[in-house]
């Protein structure tokens, strides 16, 4: 059974930081094989990718709205990809979630339907 499981969100005020992370298990194959991406949804919206990092960690997506504040990065040996999150403002409150993309080495696909698999998700909830 393929699992994704995020952790670290949480409430924070405007201008804190959290560092989201999310452990998979269970893939068919190695977790290098898959660019991992972060979307976010808030309520009444689509969900949308926040970044994204493909397996040799040379290419990275951010959305207009985190450049800059955000940094995406992984550890294969840990099966883990962490979205650091600095310079929060209420706008970026969602549920995040992790998604793997199998066999993705230079491209990085931006839209949720081009993901195979997904987490949970984790509330990030950011206070004016």
């Known amino acids: 059974q393929v699992q994704l499981v995020e952790s670290g969100g949480g409430l924070v005020q405007a201008g804190g930081s959290l560092r989201l992370s999310c452990t998979a298990s269970?893939?068919?194959?190695?977790?290098?094989?898959?660019?991992m991406g972060w979307f976010r949804q808030a309520p009444g919206t689509e969900r949308e990718l926040v970044s994204a990092i493909t397996w040799r960690g040379d290419t990275t997506y951010y959305a207009d709205s985190v450049k800059g504040r955000f940094t995406i990065s992984r550890e294969n040996a840990k099966n883990t990809v962490y979205l650091q999150m600095n310079s929060l403002k209420p706008e970026d409150t969602a549920v995040y979630y992790c998604a793997a993309d199998y066999g993705r080495a230079s491209v990085i696909a931006t839209t949720a339907k081009s993901y195979d698999y997904w987490g949970q998700g984790t509330q990030v909830t950011v206070s004016s």
């Open positions: 269970g893939l068919t194959f190695a977790f290098s094989s898959y660019a």
